[in-house]
């Protein structure tokens, strides 16, 4: 079985829950994308009861601090275990060449052991193919007017059933989907992308303004995409109990398919 862990939901500003960023967690091992913007991500892997020991690979969409700051925790976390011979085999952090390029210094600059040469920082971009465990991942760029962010289409093998069978899940990264992307992202099983907030709350939060998206707009987005789930995340976190109605309420109004609003440490089962 692979199961989604969603360790944060909100945006960058949120403060009654963590940043996005999740964990696709296999019987075989764990990846992480993105990573939030702070030591909140130690929190959210213990609250999640996820073993750093099983994490294989981070993926990294843009170097926003809501997204790249977590990874030096995550890094200075697997070093410890490295150096301490309580982390097996290797640790590959994929992300685009500034973003790596920074967090790679800031690992230099800001923590005292040096890396162990076991953690790989592989710079991709659009296009560019890479496999972690039983996933292939497709990377594409979202075009975004901000910085260059990437997300991905991940084909999972799916060994449980007595035919294997593939799952296919898109990130779009933090900002609404473009016509650029539609032939990474359409006919997706899963389809993860931001909705900022309520379409009846765009004067309060503006999400236009800031080249977000609404729940309403995710959901025209994700009909004309064909996907079969879609999540949404990266969310305001003003009324948190009544997020998960609200944002589903809106979406589902265009999409038909089935619509999750997670919360922080809830795990959503691929397959
Ligand atoms: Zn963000």
Known sequence: ???????????????KCYNTCFVIQSEEGAMLIDAGGGNGILVQMEKAGIAWE????MFLTHAHTDHILGAIWVIRKINALMKHGN???DFTVYGLQDGLCYLEKSCQYLLFDSLDD???FTIVKND???????MHFKVFDIHSTKMPQIGFRANIINDTKEQSENISLVCLGDEPYKEHCLKYAQNADWLMSEAFCLYKDRDKFHPYEKNHSTALDTGKAAQKLNAKNLIMYHTEDSDLPNRKKNYHDEAA???GGNIYVPDDLETICLN
């Open 54 to 57: 099983s994490l294989n690979a």
């Open 128 to 134: 560019d193919e890479f496999s972690v465990l039983q």
């Open 87 to 89: 982390f097996q085999g």
């Open 118 to 120: 076991r953690i790989h």
């Open 253 to 255: 109004k265009h999409f």
């Open 1 to 15: 079985m692979t199961k989604l862990i969603m360790l944060g939901t909100g945006h960058a500003m949120v403060t």
